[in-house]
């Protein structure tokens, strides 16, 4: 089975600097998204960012970017300027195709938390 | 358009009752995926419905099921609830079941087991 993993459960960063959470992926299909969703304290998951697996070129929205690393299944986030609203549960996900029946595998989730 | 809905918001139950959780995806969208959040697991896919047949199962025992109406709607049915069912329960939607459709999540179904 696929597995997608996280390994800082909490990060913290002051208001306006740059901050990078960290997720890596283990998967034989060559054809996938990777996704971070963002979950607030009201627990309304949100899209944040998506990555075609083949594409080279690194998604960015606005002030969030990935760091997409196909070879070493790596896809970190790095959130610029960040701001209080930023304070969030985020999570890694990914989803495959016929091997993994097209469903979503998140990992265990990183709180951000942002220091005034 | 009106967002993922989720019936009701919180729940609490004894062991060895059953409970049933409501979803109304976003209008036009006709997958629906359920999941169980806790803190230590983190999201776990429960199943997939699309066009009112389950698509995907993930690894839960057989005392979860889900059904999805001609509407989208999809329910979850927990029986013979125990204590470690106690989690989060969040439902998404999506436009179709295709691997570049973007889920869409509801706010989620609170359920307390004691």
């Known amino acids: 089975a696929q597995t997608v993993t996280q390994s800082q459960p909490e990060m913290s960063v002051q208001e306006a600097e740059t901050v990078t959470l960290s997720c890596t992926y283990d998967t034989s299909e060559s054809d996938y998204y990777l996704f971070w969703y963002k979950q607030p304290p009201s627990r309304q998951m949100i899209l944040v960012i998506r990555?075609?697996?083949?594409?080279?070129q690194n998604a960015t929205e606005n002030r969030f970017s990935v760091n997409f690393q196909k070879a070493a299944k790596s896809f970190s986030l790095k959130i610029s300027d960040s701001q209080l609203g930023d304070a969030a549960m985020y999570f890694c996900?990914?989803?495959?195709?016929?091997?993994?029946?097209?469903?979503?595998?998140f990992g265990t989730g990183t709180s951000l938390t942002v220091i005034p | 358009k009106a967002g993922v809905t989720q019936t009701p918001r919180y729940l609490i139950k004894t062991r060895g009752q059953q409970v049933t959780l409501s979803c109304s995806p976003i209008s036009g969208h006709r997958s629906v995926s359920w999941y169980q959040q806790t803190p230590g697991q983190g999201l776990q896919f429960l199943f997939e419905y699309f066009s009112e047949t389950q698509r995907n199962k993930g690894n839960f025992p057989g005392r979860f099921s889900g059904r999805q109406f001609s509407n989208s709607r999809s329910e979850m049915n927990v029986s013979t609830l125990e204590l470690g069912d106690s989690a989060l329960y969040l439902c998404?939607?999506?436009?179709?079941?295709?691997?570049?459709?973007?889920?869409?999540f509801g706010p989620g179904t609170r359920l307390t087991v004691l």
């Open positions: 998404a939607s999506s436009l179709v079941s295709r691997i570049t459709d973007t889920q869409y």
């Open positions: 990555q075609e697996a083949y594409k080279q």
């Open positions: 996900a990914y989803r495959g195709q016929a091997v993994t029946g097209n469903q979503f595998y």
